[in-house]
Structure formats: structure tokens, C-alpha cells
């Protein structure tokens, strides 16, 4: 077998893979049924939606949050690696351990005028209660326990009871009915994305991860589905990693998606519509009650749909190392903002509201606490007023404002280099690159500084201010909007700024 083998049709279809439900159930949400939208071909029911595995009902109960306007769909993508090869996991750069539970989760809320789509990503160790009664434990969650626990990961309730748990557990903890359910595979994400001839993604800064394989080098790029699957998994890409990086580029990927289909007229061509939902389809795993003429009146209402009717949110976290016993690190929600959030989907109103979203504090949300970073204001006697300003702004954010110097007479304001040259009409911050997070947070207060990393640099930040009034922000911390704040898929996608 050669070093890089490509799995077997038969591995793709029952593999299931992690984050697949990002491309495949959500654009199956999205499109499956717009064949029928628009044109004057018709195609046959068999050949325009592909077969789905079903797993039944939605679960039964007075328990379950009522109904509302629009519809709701809930997609996840599962981690298992079931029938997999040591030399095939090599190859898709999954080699460690599955723990066969939801490793991708979003809420999909479609308006009831179909002009709108809402998503919110639920991450996978979020802590919340498991509800009482309905199907039994398939297995414990934690050792010795013989029963279904209390509470846990919400990744863990489909190894606990499958996707009826799973629906379940997702409405207790948000309070949104779930209309319908969608699971989606590894396989059909990498032939779905090679099918469509590819997926463009665009980062400003280049992007490693050596968990997933990642490398891309900054700018716009057109990934072939092996490496689209590295680009949607990867948690250890720098300055900001884990969970919220990841997410936020699953809704880049998703928002320029749309955008591609809408640019090529794929909605508008329904020949070419069906061959991309019977790509995605393929081994979609769906409700009972997901019938194919639901599917087909959702299509005739979005068959007009771009990334521009689509808003992208994160679930707002309170605590991001809630250690539990048994379940180690869990993610906690900020219970006021997510009930706002959830409201939201539930009365049909768009997330980017300060209504549905609000910030815990007035300015501009950092991702590293201010107090946490130390600054040290570095100016001349004739640029005193501009350092006051800064000072006295960045001690208003709780920054770890030290006592100023100034460069030695005759040396100039200095840029840190050493040379006594001015910084070129910016204020400037040089600092050690190893703390490239913290200077992401102070640069959010400083809005017209320029960063420069400095290998060596002491460990407190140096802030030099450059020409002209100084400018400062009021920050507050909050991790969360950093990188999960409602978005809508229009400045998400390529068309706008890279980022990553």
C-alpha cells in the first residue's frame, strides 16, 4: 500500500468522521430540495435526492420544548474511526483515539419566511444535564457508574443514547425545539468536496497544525476535500486555538461555500444542484419524518439563498477549565447571554441584535485578561501628553500599566530596535512573539498601533507612542465574542478580509 493511500469506497461510506456535518448536513440543509426550485428541467425524485440512512422519530414527550416559527435543524458529526487502518488513519491524519460521541454540533434555524438562516455551534464539551428517563445508557460515562449520569459533556449523550439523546439533551439545554435531525460522515465531506471540484478558504496568516496536518500558507486557496477535512479540524493554530478557532472556521468554510454556489449559479442550475446534493447526501443519516417533500418545499424557498441571508454565532462561555470529576476540563455557558441567544432562534429573530447577543461590558471583547499583561509606555519629554493618554486608558481596561522611561537624550522615540528612529506615524508595541495572544489583546485597546514581535523581548509589553493624538479603546474580556460573536456569512467569507 502506498505511503498516502486513498480510502476505499466502502471505508468512505462507513467511516464516520468528525466535523463532516459541517459541509454535507448543513448544505443537504440548505439545498438538498432547491432542485426542484427553479429552471424548467425536472428531474425524478430518485435520481434528485439520494437515499438517507434513517434512524427514526424525533422522541416522543410533553417534556419537549413547543414548537415555533421557522424550523430547526440540529447537525452533528461524529468522531469514530470504526474499520479504519492504522495506514488509512495516516493517510485522513486521524491517528488518535475515537470516543464515538458528537464531535461537531450546530443548531441550523431556518426563518419562517425562508429569507434567513441562523447557526449556532454548540461546543462539544460543553457541561450540561442529561435529561431523566427515555432510552437507557448504552454505556457508562464515567468508571463504576452503572447509570446514565446526571450531567456531563454534551458530546457524550449520543455514545449515551444515540441521536434521540442527542436531540434530547440539545433542547433541554437551549430551550429550541428540534425539528429535524442530520448527521453526516467523513467520507462524503472529502468525496463531496472533490466532487464540487474543491472549496476555497482564505487566511491572512499561515495556518499549521500538527494534529490535523495543516499547512497553509496565507492568502486564497482552493482545497481538495482531504485538505478542506485539515483546514475544519484543526484546534492548534495560533494566536487563538482550541474549540472557538476551530468553529469560527467551520462558519468561514460554510459562509464561502454559499458563496461560491450562489456566484456559480449552482442554485439556479438544477442539473448541477442535484449532483452536488447527491455528493453530500451520500451517506447523510436523517429522521424518519425528514421527508423528501419537506425537502422540496424548503428548496423552492432558498433557492435564492447566499452567504449574505446567513448569521453564524458560538454558544457565549462563562468558564472555559470548569473541571468536573470523572469528565476532567468542560466548558460552561454564560447562562444569561446563551438563554438571549437561544430566544433569538426561538421567536425567529435575527442573532445580530445587541438583543439576541449582548458584550458583559462596554468595549471592544479581548480574549486575554488585561490585568495579565504588562505595559510599560516608553516616550520622549515632547510626546509626554500622547503617553498620559495611553496610560491613563489603558489602566481605565485594567491593564498592568508599569512606570514609563524615556529613551536616552539624544536617541530619538525609538521603535525598540535599538536605533532611535521614530515609528512612522503609528504608536507602536514590541514584545516577545511568544506572547503573540496578549498582544492581540493589548493591540484591541491601542487600535492605531502597529505589533512588532521582538525575539528576547522582556517580558513586559513596550508601548512607544508614535506622532499626533493617541487613541485608546475600552476593552472587556470576553473570549467568547472573540471568535464566536454573531457574523454575518458575508463578511465571513473570501470577499472580505482574509482571515484565519
Known sequence: MSRNPRPSRALRSRTRLRRAALAGALCTALTCGAVYATGAVQLPVANAVPRVEVFGGMPDGAARPAPGPGLNFLLVGLDRRAGLTDEEKDWLHVNGEACDCTDTMMLLHLSEDRRRISVVSIPRDSYVAFPRGGAPAAVPAAPGTAARPAAGKINAAHKLGGPALTVRTVEQATGVRVDHYL????????????????????????????????????????????????????????????????????????????????????????????????????????????????????????????????EFATVPLADFDHRVKGWGSTLTWDRPRAARLFAALREDRPLTTEEAYSLPGPGVPVAWPPADIPVRVHAAPERARAADTLERGLRASGFDVRERTAPAPGAGAGTGTGTGEAPPGQTEISYDPRWQRKAESLAAALPDTRLRPVPGHPRVFEVRPGPGAARVERVVLDRSSVEGAPARGDTLDCDDAPAG
Do not use: W
Not at 464540487?196 to 499549521?208: F, N
Not at 496536518?213 to 483546514?231: C, E, I, Q, S, V
Not at 449559479?265 to 452536488?276: D, K, S, V
Open 183 to 310: 448527521e453526516a460522515d467523513f467520507g462524503s465531506f472529502v468525496e463531496a468536496v472533490d466532487e464540487i471540484g474543491g472549496a476555497g478558504v482564505c487566511t491572512a496568516k499561515a495556518l499549521r497544525d500538527k494534529n490535523s496536518g495543516l499547512r497553509l500558507p496565507a492568502g486564497t486557496h482552493r482545497l481538495d476535500g482531504r485538505n478542506a477535512l485539515r483546514y475544519v479540524r484543526a484546534r492548534h493554530v495560533p494566536p487563538l486555538s482550541g474549540d472557538l478557532g476551530r468553529m469560527r472556521r467551520q462558519q468561514r468554510f460554510v459562509a464561502e461555500l454559499l458563496d461560491t454556489f450562489s456566484d456559480q449559479g449552482l442554485f439556479r442550475n438544477p442539473a448541477a444542484l442535484a449532483m452536488t446534493a447527491r455528493s453530500l447526501l451520500r451517506t447523510l443519516r436523517a429522521d424518519e419524518d425528514l421527508s423528501t417533500g419537506r425537502l422540496l418545499t424548503l428548496g423552492r424557498a432558498l433557492g435564492e439563498l447566499d452567504s449574505a441571508d446567513t
